[in-house]
Protein backbone atom coordinates (compact mmCIF):
# COMPACT_ATOMS: atom_id res chain seq x y z
CA UNK A 1 0.00 0.00 0.00
CA UNK A 2 1.38 3.70 -0.17
CA UNK A 3 1.93 6.26 2.06
CA UNK A 4 -0.39 6.82 5.06
CA UNK A 5 -2.39 10.20 5.79
CA UNK A 6 -0.05 12.46 7.32
CA UNK A 7 -1.66 15.68 9.90
CA UNK A 8 -2.32 17.42 6.93
CA UNK A 9 -4.30 15.35 5.41
CA UNK A 10 -6.40 14.24 8.36
CA UNK A 11 -6.48 18.51 9.34
CA UNK A 12 -8.15 18.89 5.42
CA UNK A 13 -10.41 16.06 6.33
CA UNK A 14 -11.84 17.48 9.36
CA UNK A 15 -11.61 21.14 8.41
CA UNK A 16 -14.03 20.18 5.32
CA UNK A 17 -16.13 18.12 6.61
CA UNK A 18 -17.12 20.26 9.67
CA UNK A 19 -17.59 23.31 6.80
CA UNK A 20 -20.06 20.96 4.95
CA UNK A 21 -21.67 19.78 7.98
CA UNK A 22 -22.42 23.57 9.52
CA UNK A 23 -23.73 24.70 5.74
CA UNK A 24 -26.07 21.53 5.90
CA UNK A 25 -27.21 22.36 9.30
CA UNK A 26 -27.46 26.07 9.01
CA UNK A 27 -29.67 25.53 5.58
CA UNK A 28 -31.68 22.52 6.37
CA UNK A 29 -32.52 22.94 10.20
CA UNK A 30 -34.76 25.78 9.48
CA UNK A 31 -38.23 25.07 7.81
CA UNK A 32 -41.36 22.81 7.57
CA UNK A 33 -42.03 19.06 6.37
CA UNK A 34 -42.21 20.44 2.85
CA UNK A 35 -38.86 22.13 2.97
CA UNK A 36 -37.16 19.23 4.87
CA UNK A 37 -38.42 16.70 1.78
CA UNK A 38 -39.09 18.76 -1.66
CA UNK A 39 -37.30 22.02 -0.51
CA UNK A 40 -40.87 23.77 -1.15
CA UNK A 41 -40.84 22.97 -4.72
CA UNK A 42 -38.41 26.11 -5.68
CA UNK A 43 -35.23 24.62 -6.71
CA UNK A 44 -33.42 26.80 -9.28
CA UNK A 45 -32.37 25.19 -11.80
CA UNK A 46 -28.51 25.57 -11.20
CA UNK A 47 -28.95 24.21 -7.71
CA UNK A 48 -31.10 21.29 -9.25
CA UNK A 49 -28.38 20.56 -11.64
CA UNK A 50 -25.42 20.27 -9.24
CA UNK A 51 -27.46 18.91 -6.69
CA UNK A 52 -28.66 15.97 -9.56
CA UNK A 53 -24.99 15.84 -10.94
CA UNK A 54 -23.39 15.07 -7.27
CA UNK A 55 -26.00 12.59 -6.73
CA UNK A 56 -25.62 10.92 -9.53
CA UNK A 57 -21.85 9.95 -8.99
CA UNK A 58 -21.60 8.48 -5.79
CA UNK A 59 -20.51 4.41 -5.29
CA UNK A 60 -22.69 3.31 -8.06
CA UNK A 61 -20.77 5.11 -10.47
CA UNK A 62 -17.41 7.07 -9.55
CA UNK A 63 -16.69 3.87 -6.91
CA UNK A 64 -18.99 1.42 -8.53
CA UNK A 65 -17.60 1.77 -12.01
CA UNK A 66 -13.99 1.83 -11.16
CA UNK A 67 -13.90 -1.00 -8.95
CA UNK A 68 -16.23 -2.93 -11.13
CA UNK A 69 -13.55 -2.34 -14.07
CA UNK A 70 -10.55 -3.21 -11.86
CA UNK A 71 -12.75 -6.64 -11.49
CA UNK A 72 -13.65 -7.30 -14.83
CA UNK A 73 -13.39 -4.82 -17.48
CA UNK A 74 -15.16 -2.03 -18.82
CA UNK A 75 -18.71 -3.47 -19.38
CA UNK A 76 -19.90 -1.98 -16.59
CA UNK A 77 -19.37 1.28 -17.29
CA UNK A 78 -20.42 0.87 -20.24
CA UNK A 79 -23.74 -0.19 -19.62
CA UNK A 80 -23.54 1.94 -17.00
CA UNK A 81 -22.57 5.09 -19.72
CA UNK A 82 -25.36 3.88 -22.42
CA UNK A 83 -28.31 3.43 -20.33
CA UNK A 84 -27.65 6.35 -17.91
CA UNK A 85 -27.57 8.24 -21.78
CA UNK A 86 -30.58 6.82 -22.21
CA UNK A 87 -32.59 7.51 -19.85
CA UNK A 88 -31.71 10.91 -18.76
CA UNK A 89 -32.85 11.58 -22.43
CA UNK A 90 -35.94 9.84 -21.93
CA UNK A 91 -36.30 12.01 -18.71
CA UNK A 92 -35.64 15.23 -20.10
CA UNK A 93 -39.51 14.36 -21.90
CA UNK A 94 -41.13 13.29 -18.70
CA UNK A 95 -39.66 15.43 -15.84
CA UNK A 96 -42.19 18.23 -16.88
CA UNK A 97 -45.28 15.51 -15.59
CA UNK A 98 -43.51 14.43 -12.71
CA UNK A 99 -42.82 17.91 -11.53
CA UNK A 100 -46.20 18.84 -12.28
CA UNK A 101 -47.56 15.95 -10.51
CA UNK A 102 -45.57 16.50 -7.45
CA UNK A 103 -46.98 19.84 -7.60
CA UNK A 104 -51.22 18.86 -8.10
CA UNK A 105 -50.79 15.82 -5.35
CA UNK A 106 -48.16 17.23 -2.96
CA UNK A 107 -46.28 14.32 -3.50
CA UNK A 108 -42.71 13.36 -2.28
CA UNK A 109 -42.10 9.83 -3.44
CA UNK A 110 -42.34 7.71 -6.61
CA UNK A 111 -44.84 5.08 -5.59
CA UNK A 112 -47.52 7.58 -4.79
CA UNK A 113 -47.49 8.34 -8.83
CA UNK A 114 -48.44 4.71 -8.73
CA UNK A 115 -50.64 5.09 -6.32
CA UNK A 116 -52.74 8.03 -8.42
CA UNK A 117 -52.41 6.20 -11.46
CA UNK A 118 -53.56 2.43 -10.12
CA UNK A 119 -54.14 2.29 -6.52
CA UNK A 120 -52.94 1.22 -2.91
CA UNK A 121 -51.97 -1.83 -3.50
CA UNK A 122 -49.21 -0.84 -6.88
CA UNK A 123 -48.35 1.61 -4.22
CA UNK A 124 -47.42 -0.69 -1.71
CA UNK A 125 -45.94 -3.15 -4.09
CA UNK A 126 -43.65 -0.53 -5.49
CA UNK A 127 -42.64 0.86 -1.78
CA UNK A 128 -41.50 -2.66 -0.83
CA UNK A 129 -39.30 -2.51 -3.70
CA UNK A 130 -38.21 0.75 -3.55
CA UNK A 131 -36.86 -0.13 0.24
CA UNK A 132 -35.31 -3.02 -0.96
CA UNK A 133 -33.80 -0.98 -3.12
CA UNK A 134 -32.15 1.84 -1.84
CA UNK A 135 -31.43 -0.05 1.58
CA UNK A 136 -28.71 -1.94 -1.14
CA UNK A 137 -27.50 1.21 -2.49
CA UNK A 138 -27.48 2.76 0.95
CA UNK A 139 -25.38 -0.02 1.61
CA UNK A 140 -22.96 0.24 -1.05
CA UNK A 141 -22.45 3.81 -0.08
CA UNK A 142 -21.36 2.65 3.41
CA UNK A 143 -19.26 0.18 2.21
CA UNK A 144 -17.39 2.58 0.43
CA UNK A 145 -16.81 5.26 3.11
CA UNK A 146 -15.87 2.32 5.24
CA UNK A 147 -13.30 1.37 2.99
CA UNK A 148 -11.57 4.44 2.62
CA UNK A 149 -11.18 5.35 6.10
CA UNK A 150 -10.07 1.49 6.48
CA UNK A 151 -7.73 1.61 3.76
CA UNK A 152 -6.03 5.73 4.76
CA UNK A 153 -6.35 4.90 8.29
CA UNK A 154 -5.89 1.28 9.47
CA UNK A 155 -9.18 0.81 11.71
CA UNK A 156 -10.83 -2.04 11.29
CA UNK A 157 -13.25 -2.33 8.49
CA UNK A 158 -16.01 -2.76 10.55
CA UNK A 159 -15.58 0.03 12.33
CA UNK A 160 -15.03 2.51 10.04
CA UNK A 161 -18.34 1.52 8.82
CA UNK A 162 -20.24 1.89 12.06
CA UNK A 163 -18.49 5.54 12.46
CA UNK A 164 -19.09 6.80 8.72
CA UNK A 165 -22.76 5.40 8.95
CA UNK A 166 -23.29 7.44 12.19
CA UNK A 167 -22.35 10.56 10.74
CA UNK A 168 -23.90 10.84 7.74
CA UNK A 169 -27.20 9.89 9.58
CA UNK A 170 -27.43 12.07 12.23
CA UNK A 171 -26.61 14.63 9.82
CA UNK A 172 -29.28 14.26 6.88
CA UNK A 173 -31.96 13.51 9.91
CA UNK A 174 -31.09 17.12 10.35
CA UNK A 175 -30.66 18.86 7.51
CA UNK A 176 -32.76 17.25 4.88
CA UNK A 177 -33.05 17.73 1.14
CA UNK A 178 -32.48 21.32 1.43
CA UNK A 179 -29.49 20.96 3.24
CA UNK A 180 -28.53 18.30 0.98
CA UNK A 181 -28.69 20.27 -2.15
CA UNK A 182 -26.66 23.18 -0.80
CA UNK A 183 -23.97 20.92 0.24
CA UNK A 184 -24.13 19.16 -2.80
CA UNK A 185 -22.41 22.07 -4.58
CA UNK A 186 -19.56 22.31 -2.44
CA UNK A 187 -19.16 18.37 -2.92
CA UNK A 188 -19.39 18.84 -6.68
CA UNK A 189 -16.32 21.57 -6.86
CA UNK A 190 -14.42 19.21 -4.61
CA UNK A 191 -14.92 16.28 -7.19
CA UNK A 192 -14.38 18.26 -9.96
CA UNK A 193 -10.64 19.31 -9.08
CA UNK A 194 -9.55 16.34 -7.27
CA UNK A 195 -10.63 14.09 -9.58
CA UNK A 196 -9.24 15.91 -12.45
CA UNK A 197 -6.24 16.22 -10.66
CA UNK A 198 -5.92 12.53 -9.33
CA UNK A 199 -6.90 11.41 -13.50
CA UNK A 200 -3.92 14.03 -14.49
CA UNK A 201 -1.31 12.41 -11.95
CA UNK A 202 -2.35 9.27 -13.27
CA UNK A 203 -2.05 9.35 -17.19
CA UNK A 204 1.36 11.33 -16.77
CA UNK A 205 5.12 10.52 -17.21
CA UNK A 206 5.48 6.84 -18.13
CA UNK A 207 1.83 6.02 -17.69
CA UNK A 208 0.66 7.92 -20.88
CA UNK A 209 -3.22 6.47 -21.43
CA UNK A 210 -2.05 6.22 -25.51
CA UNK A 211 0.04 3.54 -23.38
CA UNK A 212 -2.49 1.82 -21.28
CA UNK A 213 -4.30 -0.71 -23.85
CA UNK A 214 -1.06 -2.18 -24.64
CA UNK A 215 -0.14 -2.92 -20.74
CA UNK A 216 -3.31 -4.37 -20.02
CA UNK A 217 -4.15 -7.62 -19.38
CA UNK A 218 -6.32 -9.35 -22.31
CA UNK A 219 -9.66 -8.60 -22.10
CA UNK A 220 -10.17 -5.75 -19.74
CA UNK A 221 -10.86 -3.73 -23.12
CA UNK A 222 -13.62 -5.76 -23.92
CA UNK A 223 -16.90 -5.30 -22.89
CA UNK A 224 -18.20 -8.42 -22.82
CA UNK A 225 -15.83 -9.42 -20.48
CA UNK A 226 -17.48 -8.30 -17.01
CA UNK A 227 -20.77 -10.18 -17.48
CA UNK A 228 -20.77 -11.76 -20.99
CA UNK A 229 -23.03 -11.02 -23.73
CA UNK A 230 -26.31 -11.44 -21.68
CA UNK A 231 -25.39 -8.83 -19.52
CA UNK A 232 -23.98 -6.17 -22.29
CA UNK A 233 -27.52 -6.55 -24.72
CA UNK A 234 -29.58 -7.01 -21.75
CA UNK A 235 -28.10 -3.52 -19.46
CA UNK A 236 -28.28 -1.81 -22.77
CA UNK A 237 -31.43 -2.68 -23.90
CA UNK A 238 -33.03 -2.44 -20.04
CA UNK A 239 -30.67 -0.22 -18.31
CA UNK A 240 -31.76 2.57 -19.69
CA UNK A 241 -35.59 2.43 -17.94
CA UNK A 242 -33.52 2.49 -14.35
CA UNK A 243 -33.06 6.29 -14.05
CA UNK A 244 -36.63 6.45 -14.82
CA UNK A 245 -37.21 4.56 -11.68
CA UNK A 246 -34.71 6.52 -9.79
CA UNK A 247 -36.60 7.87 -6.86
CA UNK A 248 -34.01 10.28 -5.77
CA UNK A 249 -34.55 11.72 -9.36
CA UNK A 250 -38.05 12.06 -8.62
CA UNK A 251 -37.69 13.87 -5.46
CA UNK A 252 -34.91 16.24 -7.40
CA UNK A 253 -37.80 16.66 -10.19
CA UNK A 254 -40.43 17.18 -7.33
CA UNK A 255 -38.07 20.05 -6.04
CA UNK A 256 -37.85 21.94 -9.03
CA UNK A 257 -39.58 25.53 -9.39
CA UNK A 258 -41.22 24.75 -12.47
CA UNK A 259 -41.77 21.77 -15.30
CA UNK A 260 -39.03 23.48 -17.86
CA UNK A 261 -36.61 23.61 -15.12
CA UNK A 262 -37.12 20.22 -14.54
CA UNK A 263 -36.60 20.03 -18.15
CA UNK A 264 -33.32 21.08 -18.82
CA UNK A 265 -31.73 19.81 -15.73
CA UNK A 266 -31.90 16.34 -17.11
CA UNK A 267 -31.03 16.99 -20.41
CA UNK A 268 -27.29 19.25 -19.52
CA UNK A 269 -26.34 16.76 -16.78
CA UNK A 270 -24.89 14.72 -19.00
CA UNK A 271 -22.83 16.75 -20.55
CA UNK A 272 -20.98 15.91 -16.80
CA UNK A 273 -22.09 12.46 -15.87
CA UNK A 274 -21.01 10.87 -18.87
CA UNK A 275 -17.30 12.42 -18.87
CA UNK A 276 -17.45 11.44 -15.50
CA UNK A 277 -18.51 7.49 -16.13
CA UNK A 278 -15.50 7.30 -18.65
CA UNK A 279 -13.13 8.90 -16.04
CA UNK A 280 -13.96 6.06 -13.56
CA UNK A 281 -13.35 3.81 -16.22
CA UNK A 282 -9.78 5.12 -16.80
CA UNK A 283 -8.93 4.98 -12.67
CA UNK A 284 -10.26 0.82 -12.74
CA UNK A 285 -8.00 0.33 -15.54
CA UNK A 286 -4.87 1.92 -13.98
CA UNK A 287 -5.71 -0.02 -10.90
CA UNK A 288 -5.54 -3.00 -12.46
CA UNK A 289 -1.84 -2.06 -13.53
CA UNK A 290 -0.82 -0.12 -10.21
CA UNK A 291 -2.58 -1.74 -7.40
CA UNK A 292 -0.95 -4.88 -5.89
CA UNK A 293 -2.59 -8.06 -6.99
CA UNK A 294 -4.40 -9.53 -4.20
CA UNK A 295 -6.13 -5.38 -3.56
CA UNK A 296 -9.85 -6.29 -3.11
CA UNK A 297 -12.30 -4.82 -5.81
CA UNK A 298 -14.13 -2.66 -3.29
CA UNK A 299 -10.78 -1.11 -1.82
CA UNK A 300 -8.47 -0.65 -5.37
CA UNK A 301 -9.35 2.82 -6.21
CA UNK A 302 -8.74 4.09 -2.71
CA UNK A 303 -5.42 1.75 -2.63
CA UNK A 304 -4.38 3.87 -6.02
CA UNK A 305 -4.92 7.13 -4.83
CA UNK A 306 -2.84 6.20 -1.91
CA UNK A 307 -0.04 5.30 -4.27
CA UNK A 308 -0.37 8.26 -6.18
CA UNK A 309 -1.22 11.20 -4.31
CA UNK A 310 1.90 12.47 -2.57
CA UNK A 311 1.83 13.38 1.30
CA UNK A 312 0.22 16.18 2.46
CA UNK A 313 -1.90 15.69 -0.40
CA UNK A 314 -3.94 12.60 0.45
CA UNK A 315 -6.56 14.67 2.65
CA UNK A 316 -8.13 16.29 -0.77
CA UNK A 317 -8.57 13.04 -2.47
CA UNK A 318 -10.14 12.10 0.65
CA UNK A 319 -12.40 15.06 0.79
CA UNK A 320 -12.85 14.16 -2.97
CA UNK A 321 -14.15 10.60 -2.73
CA UNK A 322 -16.32 11.78 0.52
CA UNK A 323 -17.63 14.29 -1.52
CA UNK A 324 -19.05 11.69 -3.63
CA UNK A 325 -20.33 9.22 -1.69
CA UNK A 326 -21.90 10.98 1.51
CA UNK A 327 -23.57 13.11 -1.72
CA UNK A 328 -25.39 10.16 -2.87
CA UNK A 329 -25.89 8.19 0.85
CA UNK A 330 -27.69 11.29 1.80
CA UNK A 331 -30.07 11.03 -1.14
CA UNK A 332 -30.29 7.56 -0.45
CA UNK A 333 -31.52 7.87 2.64
CA UNK A 334 -34.00 10.88 2.33
CA UNK A 335 -35.51 8.11 -0.25
CA UNK A 336 -35.57 5.64 1.61
CA UNK A 337 -37.27 7.93 4.48
CA UNK A 338 -39.63 9.76 2.12
CA UNK A 339 -41.19 6.27 1.00
CA UNK A 340 -41.81 5.17 4.89
CA UNK A 341 -43.10 8.51 5.36
CA UNK A 342 -45.48 8.91 2.78
CA UNK A 343 -45.94 5.16 0.84
CA UNK A 344 -45.85 3.07 4.13
CA UNK A 345 -47.68 5.24 6.76
CA UNK A 346 -49.51 7.56 4.29
CA UNK A 347 -48.20 11.00 6.87
CA UNK A 348 -48.92 14.28 5.26
CA UNK A 349 -47.42 17.57 5.62
CA UNK A 350 -48.63 19.74 8.74
CA UNK A 351 -47.68 21.06 12.10
CA UNK A 352 -45.30 18.55 14.00
CA UNK A 353 -44.83 16.62 11.30
CA UNK A 354 -41.10 18.24 10.65
CA UNK A 355 -40.08 16.28 13.83
CA UNK A 356 -41.69 12.80 12.26
CA UNK A 357 -39.75 13.20 9.56
CA UNK A 358 -36.59 13.58 11.08
CA UNK A 359 -37.37 11.01 13.37
CA UNK A 360 -38.09 8.34 10.05
CA UNK A 361 -35.24 9.60 8.69
CA UNK A 362 -33.17 8.90 11.35
CA UNK A 363 -34.49 4.91 11.93
CA UNK A 364 -34.19 4.20 8.18
CA UNK A 365 -30.91 5.22 7.78
CA UNK A 366 -29.21 3.13 10.65
CA UNK A 367 -31.60 0.17 9.16
CA UNK A 368 -29.58 0.37 6.11
CA UNK A 369 -26.25 0.16 8.44
CA UNK A 370 -27.27 -3.08 9.17
CA UNK A 371 -28.27 -4.00 5.10
CA UNK A 372 -24.67 -3.26 4.76
CA UNK A 373 -23.38 -5.75 7.18
CA UNK A 374 -25.34 -8.08 5.30
CA UNK A 375 -24.35 -7.27 1.77
CA UNK A 376 -20.50 -6.67 1.99
CA UNK A 377 -19.68 -6.01 -1.74
CA UNK A 378 -20.29 -2.16 -3.04
CA UNK A 379 -20.67 -3.70 -6.88
CA UNK A 380 -23.02 -6.65 -5.80
CA UNK A 381 -25.21 -4.25 -3.68
CA UNK A 382 -25.34 -2.07 -6.90
CA UNK A 383 -26.45 -4.71 -9.13
CA UNK A 384 -29.08 -5.86 -6.74
CA UNK A 385 -30.61 -2.91 -6.07
CA UNK A 386 -30.82 -2.12 -10.12
CA UNK A 387 -31.96 -5.22 -11.51
CA UNK A 388 -34.84 -5.36 -8.99
CA UNK A 389 -35.87 -1.53 -9.45
CA UNK A 390 -35.95 -2.00 -12.93
CA UNK A 391 -39.64 -3.78 -12.60
CA UNK A 392 -41.44 -0.32 -11.53
CA UNK A 393 -40.52 1.25 -15.06
CA UNK A 394 -43.13 -0.84 -16.90
CA UNK A 395 -46.10 0.09 -14.88
CA UNK A 396 -44.48 4.06 -14.64
CA UNK A 397 -44.10 4.29 -18.24
CA UNK A 398 -46.48 1.88 -19.99
CA UNK A 399 -49.64 3.34 -17.74
CA UNK A 400 -48.63 6.64 -18.43
CA UNK A 401 -49.20 6.35 -22.29
CA UNK A 402 -51.51 3.44 -22.18
CA UNK A 403 -55.09 3.93 -20.62
CA UNK A 404 -55.53 0.25 -20.87
CA UNK A 405 -53.10 -0.82 -18.30
CA UNK A 406 -55.06 -1.79 -14.82
CA UNK A 407 -53.89 -2.10 -11.11
CA UNK A 408 -54.47 -5.60 -11.10
CA UNK A 409 -51.51 -5.96 -13.60
CA UNK A 410 -49.08 -3.46 -12.54
CA UNK A 411 -49.02 -4.54 -8.85
CA UNK A 412 -48.53 -8.46 -10.14
CA UNK A 413 -46.01 -7.09 -12.67
CA UNK A 414 -44.06 -5.41 -9.82
CA UNK A 415 -44.25 -8.63 -7.43
CA UNK A 416 -43.65 -11.30 -9.66
CA UNK A 417 -40.86 -9.56 -11.74
CA UNK A 418 -38.80 -8.59 -8.19
CA UNK A 419 -39.72 -12.10 -6.74
CA UNK A 420 -37.77 -13.80 -9.86
CA UNK A 421 -35.08 -10.97 -9.78
CA UNK A 422 -34.49 -11.37 -6.07
CA UNK A 423 -34.67 -15.15 -7.03
CA UNK A 424 -31.79 -15.58 -9.64
CA UNK A 425 -29.61 -13.11 -7.57
CA UNK A 426 -27.68 -16.34 -6.04
CA UNK A 427 -27.97 -18.37 -9.24
CA UNK A 428 -26.72 -15.50 -11.81
CA UNK A 429 -25.94 -12.54 -9.94
CA UNK A 430 -25.05 -10.47 -13.08
CA UNK A 431 -28.06 -11.62 -15.38
CA UNK A 432 -31.12 -11.87 -13.09
CA UNK A 433 -32.47 -8.90 -13.96
CA UNK A 434 -33.24 -10.81 -17.97
CA UNK A 435 -35.68 -13.55 -16.14
CA UNK A 436 -37.20 -10.92 -14.18
CA UNK A 437 -38.21 -8.79 -16.65
CA UNK A 438 -39.03 -11.58 -19.22
CA UNK A 439 -41.86 -12.28 -16.09
CA UNK A 440 -42.81 -8.96 -15.48
CA UNK A 441 -43.44 -8.23 -18.84
CA UNK A 442 -45.46 -11.10 -19.97
CA UNK A 443 -47.29 -10.80 -16.58
CA UNK A 444 -47.93 -7.19 -17.06
CA UNK A 445 -49.97 -7.71 -20.54
CA UNK A 446 -51.61 -10.83 -20.21
CA UNK A 447 -53.51 -9.59 -17.06
CA UNK A 448 -54.21 -6.27 -18.74
CA UNK A 449 -56.34 -8.04 -21.37
CA UNK A 450 -57.71 -9.96 -18.61
CA UNK A 451 -58.61 -7.55 -16.19
CA UNK A 452 -60.62 -4.22 -16.74
CA UNK A 453 -60.38 -0.97 -14.74
CA UNK A 454 -61.18 -0.60 -10.82
CA UNK A 455 -62.78 2.36 -8.94
CA UNK A 456 -59.43 3.77 -7.54
CA UNK A 457 -57.71 4.01 -11.27
CA UNK A 458 -56.89 6.96 -13.38
CA UNK A 459 -56.15 5.96 -16.98
CA UNK A 460 -56.60 9.83 -17.93
CA UNK A 461 -53.39 11.34 -15.38
CA UNK A 462 -51.44 12.19 -18.86
CA UNK A 463 -54.16 14.06 -19.89
CA UNK A 464 -54.51 16.06 -16.54
CA UNK A 465 -50.43 16.43 -16.32
CA UNK A 466 -50.77 18.30 -19.53
CA UNK A 467 -53.14 20.24 -18.98
Same mark, same amino acid.
Given at each position: ?23 ? $? #? ?23 ? /? ?17 ? &????? !? ?33 ? +? ?25 ? +? +? ?19 ? $? ?10 ? &????? =? ?54 ? $? ?45 ? =?????? +?? *? ?25 ? &? ?11 ? /???? *???? #? ?11 ? *? ?9 ? !? ?38 ? =? ?11 ? $???? *? ?51
Amino acid at each position: MGNMMNIIDYSTVIVYLIFVVCIG $L #VYGARGSAQSFWVNDRKTSWILLGV /SLIATQLGAGAIVGIATGT &YSGGI !GLGVVTMVSSTVGFLALSRLAPYIQRFGVIYDAIS +LPEFLKVRYGRSCQLAAAIVVLFTYFS +L +LAAQFLAIGAIVHTWTEISFG $LAVLIAAVGVVV &YISIA =GIRGDMVTDVVHFIAMLLVFGVFLIFLMSGDNSLLTLPDRLPSGFLDPVNFGGWSF $LIGGVLFGGVVPLVAVEIWQRAYAACNPETARRVFAGSLLIIIPAYV =GAMIIG +LY *SVLLVPADTTEDASMFVLMAEIFPPGL &YGFAVVAVFATIL /STAN *SMIL #VVSASVYRDIFGA *SFGEGKLLASR !GITFGVGFAGLVFAFLVPSIVQSILNAIYVLGVIALPIVV =GLFWRRATNIAAT $LCIV *SGALVTAGFIPIAPKQAFLPGAAVAIVVFFVVTFLTKHGPSENPDLLDELRS
